[in-house]
């Protein structure tokens, strides 16, 4: 994640920095010597499990952070939790990317381009010449390998990422290099050759204004982009929690009592929260980005209080009015209304 410029795994170079692959993280934590000293050889593989799931944790917490300020907005927030990432304080805990955790490396890599999509001088390549936009398409390109099959969601965000790489060098004047864009992002093929050619006519006749622009926009683009987090996190499960029952065998990891507060901001951050304090086992359907706004519209339209009217007139699968109402004091809580 330090370098942020490999087009073939971008950002993964660096990964699992000050400890050995060979090393598990329970050797790292006891040190030199000391693995299993206290505990025998099972309690020293469910401790590395039990550090695994953690860190795991941890990636999808960044990842649902990321993913969540960048659908409502929030540069400043979206900024800080980048900076997190790109300072490598996840990823250093990673022993190993495991293969399920690689799509989740390349959302977040590919909406840090994205957010920067405008600003050119902006570079995550070796290559000075690649502008954000085509180091996201490169990015992207990763996520859909990680697509069991293409769907027309991930054809037209690859199509509006092409078009707004070269109208966002137009807007700014640079009609030159949004002819370079071009050569670069369509060689000498028939693949997108009716793209390629529109383009380039629209480049020819200086017009960062054309309506072509206006219907593929930067903003569709985003629109398209904010569909996709959702998908991903609606489809995203809590395996990771299915082995906290195992992890939590090991003494040092006795579930603490966990206080109102924290069950909100898991909630928030989209885990599965049991109802009735825990006594019953069946989970509560995670909050959606499109379900918060829904609130909020709600909210604004009818009033604070009025749950049941909000609830019916938006969908919020199968919730009640008692979940609207603690969702919407988290939400003052966390100060995301």
Known sequence: WAALGSTAAPGLSGYGSGLSRSQSPAA???????????????????????????????????????????????????????????????????????????????????????????????????????????????????????????????????????????????????????????ERLFPESELNETLRMKLAMITKQKDPYHPFFQSFSYNLMVDKIKNYINIFLNEKTNCRLLKLPNVLKFKSFAPPQVDAQAWAQMNLLGKAVPQNGGSNRKLLPRWTWEEDQKLKEGVKKFGVGKWTKILLHYNFNNRTDVMLKDRWRTMAKLNII
């Open 28 to 182: 790292a934590v006891a040190g030199p010597g000391e693995e299993g000293a206290e505990h025998g050889p099972a309690d020293s593989l469910l401790l590395a499990e039990a550090e695994t799931v953690a860190v795991g944790w941890m990636l999808d917490f960044s990842c649902r952070c990321l993913c969540r300020h960048f659908c409502e907005g929030r540069r400043r927030d979206f900024e800080w939790h980048r900076d997190v990432t790109q300072s490598e304080c996840i990823i250093k805990g990673l022993p190993r990317i495991e293969t399920h955790q690689m799509k989740t490396v390349y959302l977040c890599q590919f909406l840090m381009r994205i957010a920067e999509g405008k600003t050119l001088d902006s570079r995550f390549e070796s290559d000075q010449k690649i502008s954000p936009l085509e180091s996201a398409l490169s990015v992207w390109s990763l996520l859909e390998q990680e697509q069991s099959e293409p769907d027309k969601l991930h054809e037209d965000i690859c199509r509006l990422i092409c078009i707004q790489a070269v109208a966002v060098h137009m807007e700014k004047g640079y009609f030159k290099e949004a002819a370079e864009v071009i």
